[in-house]
Structure formats: structure tokens, C-alpha cells
């Protein structure tokens, strides 16, 4: 089957941990990767934002990413790239006329919106995940919203208009609906999480003799690195590691890293807290491995790939009960899920943690037992081969793949 992906912003091949680079990226990436495995020929369409990029290049996973000469060739914050989505469109098309595609799958809204405007006049099925809503995003952040006026409108368009749409975590399902979605075109497909990466066995970082909570993530506020801080001066002989943003030699110059450092100074915790700026993917799991819990404490999260690999990594997760960690994190079986945004919920979830090293070690190896059962990136495509096949022609069907009946969750 040839697929197409869409990504506008998110590209496979980015490096993680800037503001718009995150578990987009690692979702499409990772799927195209599995998907290839399964013998489709698999091609990602992402916007150029480099004008050094080729054209075209074919990734050692065995899928193929295009850059597509959509707005300036430089890179753009996500909210501004609105007004570049019909130049793509018509790049998609030209593209899909000469080599038409199986099935169309678009990440993102506006990439969705590009999709959509090809495949329509194209008659191509087009599946989208959005992995973010505005609705929900308007609600956390309210005025702090720097999404595109328009987008609350356009997006429940795009929902409405799919073919499909997979929808990354239970609690999306409910805000489609709201939105005028049917129930009956949505499946829920998870993200999924590299096995042989992601482990309990390897190298491990050093560290001293303080126990340690690692985050990782995007450096915006809304990923709620300052709940943990504020959780610190009631959790003793402990330090907190935090992962994400960008390089460690230009965190001096990041707004959330310096927000951050103030807030610690001010706490009294900053001898304590510990920011490692962006770190290669390869190395995350030495990182997530050295941690005796792994906090992740966003306001709210579509779906969350940090406490994934925690769990592969067989450690314990200190979770917000929002979103997409509803469905991953199993309370008191793979950790703990809390109230978001309340620092006393986050001490009092680890002090009970560090207080009985059996339950931790427990809930650490439940943990990697719900990622290999749940979640590697081969059972995340068969799902959504499994949507693929109910919207193609039953010859692209993978020999390899029995038919199997598409439930709607």
C-alpha cells in the first residue's frame, strides 16, 4: 500500500525538544518506521524550513520524507503557519496526481486542512490525528492562546470532513464529539513507544547519592515543569532532573529555563534542580533509567510519549490525570495519577514512592509489562492498518495481514 503522511510542522527528521518539536515528530517517525517494516511504501510530506534540505530523503527506517516549498524556507512558529496551507495543498496535488497514493493520513490540523483540499479533488481517503485540539488547548491557556483566530473553526471542519479519524487517547473521542464528529468514524490509536530503545537493561547516567525525579519535555509552561519544582522543598534528599528545551548552552537565554531557575532560587530548591537542555533520542533511556520516579505534570496533555518510555524503561510515573495519561498510567499498577497543577498531590504521590521501595520497583515492572503489551510501535500500526484497510480496496491489503474487523475504539 502507498501511504501518505502529512506533517506540516512536525517533521521525522527534526531534533526534539524545541518549542515545536516534540512527540509529533517521534509519533510520525516512529509509525512511518513500523509501517515500512510491514512492507508499505510509506512517504512523509513535511513543510522545508531550511533551505539546505534535499528535496527528498530516504531514512535508514525505510520510508521516504519530502520537504515541501511551502511559505519561507526557514523555521516558523506552528501558529504562523496557517496562511502556507494552500501553497502545500497544491504541492500535494501536483505530487498526488503524478504518483497517486493508497490512503492519505494527516498529523496535525493544518495539516489536515492541506490534505483534505488534496485528496478531496484527488478522491483519496483521508485519515487525520490530531494530537492536540484547540478547543482543549483554549481551555487550559485562555488568553495565553497564541493559536490562529480561525483555528477552533477550521479544526472542527477538518474532524468533521475526514474519512476517519484516529484519535490518540479515550478523552478526544468525547471532545470530537462534541465538536460534531461521529462516534462511529473514530478509533482510538495510541502512541506507541520503541521497545528495543526503551528498556529496562542498559547504561545508566551517573549520579550522586540524592534520589532523583526526572521530567522531560518541551520547554512551554504548560508542560507544568513548575509543579514539580514547587513539589521539591517538601520531598528531602532529593534532586530533580529536567530534560527538554534547547541546547544547555543557550538555556540562559530561554524564557521557560530562566523561569524556572527563578522559581527554584526562590523555593530555595535550586542547589536541587537540575536542567540538561535537549538530549539526542538515543540517549534518553540512560537518563529515564538513572530516575527512581519519572514526574510528568502538564496542565494537560493530548496524549504523552514521556511516561510511555518511562514505563518500557521499567520506572515508576508520578502523572496529571489529564488526557491521554488517563489511558497509559494505571493508577497504583504502573504509578500514580494526580491532580494537575497541585504541587502537594506530586510530594505526597513520591514521598509514599521513596517510602516503600517494593511498591516502586513494583509498579515499575507493571509498568514495562503494559508498554510490551500495549504499546510497541508494531501493535500501534496494525491498528492503523487496520483503519487503512477499511478505507482502501481490498487488493492493497497486506497478504501478510489477516482481515480483521475495525472496532470503533
Not at 39 to 60: C, F, K, Q, S
Not at 265 to 274: F, H, N, S, Y
Not at 321 to 332: E, Q
Not at 358 to 363: I, M, P, W
Amino acid at each position: 500500500m502507498k501511504i501518505a503522511m502529512v506533517s506540516e510542522h512536525a517533521s521525522p527528521l527534526a531534533a526534539l525538544g524545541g518549542a515545536d518539536a516534540g512527540g509529533q515528530n517521534v509519533h510520525v517517525a516512529e509509525l512511518s518506521a513500523a509501517l515500512a517494516r510491514r512492507g508499505h511504501r510509506v512517504t512523509v510530506y513535511t513543510r522545508r524550513d531550511d533551505p539546505e534540505l534535499p528535496e527528498r530523503v530516504r531514512t535508514e527506517q525505510g520510508y521516504t520524507v519530502v520537504h515541501v516549498p511551502a511559505g519561507p524556507p526557514e523555521q516558523l512558529p506552528k501558529d504562523e503557519l496557517l496562511t502556507h496551507m494552500g501553497p502545500f495543498a497544491r504541492f500535494l496535488d501536483a505530487e498526488w496526481s503524478a504518483d497517486r497514493p493508497d490512503i492519505t493520513h494527516a498529523h496535525f490540523w493544518m495539516s489536515g486542512i492541506a490534505t483534505q483540499l488534496a485528496a478531496r479533488h484527488l478522491n483519496l481517503p483521508a485519515v487525520q490525528t490530531f494530537h492536540a485540539l484547540g478547543v482543549v488547548k483554549r481551555r487550559y491557556q485562555g488568553a495565553q492562546d497564541t493559536s490562529p483566530t480561525d483555528r477552533l473553526r477550521l479544526e472542527a471542519t477538518v474532524a468533521r470532513t475526514a474519512t476517519w479519524v484516529a484519535a490518540t487517547c479515550t478523552d478526544e473521542v468525547f471532545e470530537l464529539m462534541r465538536m460534531g464528529r461521529s462516534r462511529s468514524r473514530i478509533s482510538v490509536v495510541p502512541c506507541g513507544v520503541n521497545l528495543d530503545l526503551f528498556r529496562p537493561e542498559g547504561p545508566t547516567v551517573p549520579r550522586g547519592d540524592y534520589r532523583r525525579i526526572v521530567s522531560v519535555g518541551r520547554f512551554v509552561p504548560r508542560k507544568g515543569f513548575d509543579v514539580v519544582v514547587r513539589a521539591l522543598p517538601f520531598i528531602r534528599d532529593t534532586e530533580l532532573v529536567i530534560v527538554g528545551g534547547p541546547d544547555v548552552t543557550r538555556l540562559d537565554a530561554d524564557p521557560e529555563a530562566c523561569r524556572l531557575r527563578a522559581l527554584a532560587e526562590e523555593l530555595g530548591v535550586a542547589d536541587r534542580v537540575r536542567l540538561y537542555g535537549s538530549v539526542a533520542r538515543e540517549d534518553m533511556p540512560a537518563i529515564l533509567r538513572s530516575a527512581d520516579v519519572v514526574a510528568c505534570t502538564p496542565w494537560y496533555e493530548p496524549f504523552g510519549i514521556v511516561p510511555l518510555e518511562a514505563m518500557a524503561c521499567g520506572v515508576p510515573v508520578i502523572a496529571s490525570a489529564v488526557g491521554g495519561m488517563l489511558d497509559t498510567v494505571v493508577h497504583d499498577v504502573t504509578g500514580r495519577l494526580v491532580r494537575p497543577r497541585r504541587p502537594d498531590k506530586v510530594a505526597e504521590a513520591v514521598n509514599h514512592l521513596f517510602r516503600d521501595d517494593f511498591l516502586r520497583q513494583s509498579l515499575g515492572a507493571a509498568g514495562r509489562d503494559r508498554a510490551q503489551a500495549r504499546y510497541s510501535w508494531d501493535r500501534i500500526a496494525a491498528d492503523t492498518q487496520r483503519i487503512y484497510d477499511r478505507l482502501v480496496p481490498a487488493r492493497f491489503t497486506q497478504a501478510t495481514e489477516p482481515a480483521t474487523s475495525l472496532s470503533s475504539g
